[in-house]
């Protein structure tokens, strides 16, 4: 037996110790040269200022007048909520799964490197890793790994992941002793990915089972703290059996740690994932036209805003909350009604042509070239030209493929060739509709087709058509308020001609609809009601286009507007838009409201950016504006009204309503504006292209392919119990308005009788 002697025993301990301390000294050296990138080998650290104010990338998110979310601008779809928003299921399986001491360590877990340790030296690779919920928040939330904070020892593949492993231990010190324990927790919970671009768990569970986070089950909280070791692994729309097998871990792990009873889990882990996966994009949710619509006056206010305050904020990555003037109710009524009379248009507009196109001249013969002509206009067709050759470009275009399509019974898989897929889709017929409250100008909802996700174009404000009989109002007006005629005065229905005096060097006559003239001397409120073409020919041959023009102008409409005799039919394009905007000066007392879209813009922490306020001025006297609307009414009240039939909707009775019908010519463009005491709408229907129309009168008139909608929304407007404000009534009338017409009208309406004509809008040319 070998004895050790004392002084070798002692000198080993002294040599012990002195390793350790030179091993330690190396290691704090080591982590102090990691912290001030000592060399530039190491990369830099986030500052102080970062550390205490963490950023992730956020979406903003549009906000309706009545609390609702109608959509987000993001890059990564985050959101954050905070602690006592989630359900302390979620909490457990966290817990349970992820950092079992996180509670009681310091950011850095002893026990859990030494278990990674063990792990690598017995080759065991299961022995599970290392990382707190805190280190993962360090390298989440600051980009720990990336180039960003690369120094020169960056591209070295093992050097790399121990510096960051460093920064990340670090970093983890730091925030342990800046933030509570369920700060932390939620820094980590509002910034992990779960997979399908879906980050923070508030969109994550809205996403998976469209509930909010305080709602998730035992099961549900499973599943998406599973995911978090891989999203895409155990993505359950994907991998479901690797997403049920990874959610039964979880479970098995919850029941280790005591947070669920051993029989509970035995039933939960046999449980089917019962998703209800809703996908939180661009082209979901309410209001989309109006979100694109909003989205490049939002950038433009941003980068405005940013120079004005030395700011870098951002739209998709700020988190900002724009509070906007839609109502998620008018909204959702308005999208079902258009739909719901959209469905119709399109069932009798496909049997109205049957096998025969629809892009057809006025005697109904088909446009030739017509779709080789919009094949050229293709941004798609253009490229392929510049690559490959117009010969070959053809051929593409001709060459059939799998694709889906839009159809009003949902997406349909299909065979087609690009060029068929385009004569397909030119067979549709496309719509616009808005709603404003004309007190504020507050646009109340905004539906701008009958398709975001396959038809994008905007034809509230980005569309343009004529408006036809719609634009008539302007007309009577400007005569009215320029004292060429008073509400009760008659004008003769006859045949008006324009000659070289007049700008029509060819001379011009308009005609009524079926070119009937009674020859009878019609009341203001007659000729408007049952859109007699000659009067408004008569009108504008008194007061002069120009000053048809300066009233439509001053009243709301931007566009320009030809200053021709025919302008009376309405033969300038205008927008869905500019027409709301501009009759609701006729039901807001003769003052022209700029129409309002956002109330106020705050940043992510809810501090106010910016609040918004409605602009008016008067340019009609309360009487005048009244007088218009006296005279609107007659389309929905008297015999013969080209609205009249707004009655069959149940929307009239107890109710003042002024409208006015549209129509263009060969029927391309069907208009209807309907304004109650609280609500203006207008709505347009028609076909992409102004070949595109219905060949007759009784279908493509705008009381029958635009006004249904009108009614559909208005009822369900007024059912609406919690929408009180826009309950049915009369208008506003002015305390010394006075109208005596000699004992041919007053103001109360005549009893209603059903009109003897069978087409009931005459605002054709």
Known sequence: ???????????????????????LGLIIFYIFAVSINLLWLFGGMPDLKTLENPKSELASELISEDGKSLGKYFFENRTPIEFDQISPNLIEALLATED?????????????LARVFKGVVSGNSSSGG???????????????????????????????????????????????????????MMMYLNTVSFGNNTYGIKVAAKTYFNKDAWDLSVSEAALLVGMLQNPTLYNPLRFPTNAVNRRNTVLAQMVKYKYLPEDKFDSLKEKSLGMKFTVDGHNTGLAPYFRESMRGYLKAWVKKYNEENGEDLDLYTSGLRIYTTIDSRMQRYQEEALNEHMRAQQRLFDEHWKDRNPWAYPDGKEVPGFIEKAVRTLPYFNVLKKEVGEKEAWKVMNRPYKMKVFSYDGEKEVTMSPID??????????????????????????????????????????????????????????????????????????PVHFGLSDGVPGGWTPHNAGNKFSYRALSLRQALGKSVNSVSANIIKMVKPNTVVEYAHKLGITSELNPKPSLCLGISSVSVFEMVNAYCAFANGGHRTEALTILRIEDRYGNVLQQFYQKQNQELSENMAYSMLYLMRGAVEDPGGTAGRLRTFGVTEGNEIAAKTGTSQNYSDGWFMG?????VSGIWVGGEDMQIHFRTMALGQGGRVAMPAWGLYMKKVYDDPTLLQYRKGPFNKPENFRLDCGGVRSDSADTYTPPSRTDDEGALF
Not at 2 to 23: C, N, T
Not at 100 to 112: K, L, T
Not at 154 to 163: A, E, G, Q, S
């Open 421 to 494: 897929s385009l004569r397909y889709y030119k067979r549709f017929l496309h719509a616009g509709m808005m709603s404003m409250d004309p007190r504020n100008g507050q646009v109340k909802a905004w539906v701008g087709g009958v398709n975001f996700k396959y038809f994008k174009y905007d034809h509230v404000k980005q569309g343009a058509r004529q408006p036809g009989s719609t634009f008539k109002p302007f007309v009577y007006v400007s005569a009215l308020d320029k004292n060429f005629l008073t509400p009760c005065d008659r004008v003769m229905d006859a």
């Open 100 to 112: 079992a001491r996180f509670v009681n360590h310091s950011g850095i877990d002893p026990r859990s």
């Open 675 to 679: 304004m109650t005491q609280h609500l």
């Open 130 to 184: 290392g990382s707190t919920l805190t280190q993962q928040v360090a390298k989440n939330l600051f980009q720990t790994r990336s180039e960003k904070y690369g120094g020169l020892l960056h591209k070295i593949p093992l050097v790399r992941t121990v510096i960051a492993k460093t920064k990340e231990w670090i970093l983890s010190v730091v925030l342990e002793r800046k933030y509570t324990k369920r700060e932390i």
């Open 1 to 23: 037996m070998i004895e050790l002697q004392p002084g070798k025993y002692r000198h080993s301990i002294i040599r012990v110790w002195r390793f350790a301390a030179i091993g």
